[in-house]
């Protein structure tokens, strides 16, 4: 089939979807709409090619193609069969990662990025803490506290790194917006790569030690705030901590850094 591009006089060739390709969209509909849920085995190859009406070769590139989405598990063997399972966050985080390995993406860029959405899920939660919430973010900030307070002889800045990070993620996983919590999923692998390799790249222990308790203020002021309620004053303390810490994680030539160079 052609169709006009614009009226322009050019055509492109639409390419009609293959048979296989059609098969999985049925199959995904039923998934994510819940009709298949996690667990449930589907019919037997006999019954779907049959069903379908198609040929058993084209049934099983429908299943890869639903395996690549992390959507199916497919059992081989006397005793296997076809089980419905949830797609992974960290199949969507790869890919997310390589998308921005590719396009350059340098580290600057992805925490402007940060500096936006994390002080409007700091701002969200405030509104929408529960007292579980509260309670788990004065324990990573504890955590952390633990940690620096055992001082830098000897430290496992791998540690410190992880405990900073999950106060971070607490703050996207319980902002109460769906979309915000998986962004911050799919980003998680990259942002702790990059703060790996702030710390790697550290030489001034005494300073890492100043840094980190200044972290560890700005972890429990925004705790209070958040347990007050405070949305507004949530979302500008949060900015501003994420401003000054950009300025000691994108030191010299970290700044011109690109996603990609975290991994090789």
Not at 10 to 16: D, I, T
Not at 41 to 61: D, I, N, Y
Not at 220 to 249: F, P, Q, T, Y
Request: charged residues 25%; proline residues 3%; hydrophobic residues 45%.
């Amino acid at each position: 089939m052609d169709l006009s591009n614009g009226g322009n006089g050019e055509s492109k060739l639409v390419r009609a979807p293959k048979t296989a390709e059609l098969i999985a969209d049925h199959l995904r509909s039923s998934i994510v709409r819940g009709v298949l849920k996690e667990g449930d085995a589907l019919p037997t190859e006999v019954e779907l090619v049959k069903q379908f009406g198609v040929s058993r070769p084209t049934l099983r590139e429908a299943f890869r193609i639903l395996e690549s989405e992390s959507l199916i598990v497919v059992r081989r063997g006397s005793r296997g069969g076809v089980l419905v399972c949830s797609p992974e966050t960290s199949v969507a985080a790869r890919n997310f990662g390589l998308l921005l390995q590719m396009s350059g993406t340098t580290l600057t860029d992805l925490y402007e990025a940060r500096k936006v959405f994390e002080p409007a899920a700091a701002e969200m939660l405030a509104r929408r803490a529960t007292p579980e919430d509260i309670a788990d973010l004065k324990a990573a900030a504890g955590a952390l506290a633990a940690l620096v307070n055992e001082g830098t002889e000897g430290a496992d800045y791998a540690e410190w790194t992880a405990a900073t990070f999950r106060f971070h993620d607490l703050i996207m996983e319980r902002a109460g917006n769906n979309t915000l919590r998986l962004f911050g999923a799919v980003l998680r692998e990259v942002v702790t790569r990059h703060m790996t390799r702030v710390m790697s790249t550290a030489t001034n222990p005494a300073g890492i030690e100043k840094q980190y308790k200044q972290t560890i203020r700005a972890f429990n002021k925004l705790v209070a705030l958040i347990e007050a309620g405070d949305g507004a004053g949530a979302r500008d303390h949060w900015a501003a901590h994420m401003e000054r810490a950009g300025r000691s994680m994108l030191w010299g030539d970290l700044a011109k850094e690109t996603v990609i160079d975290l991994y090789v």
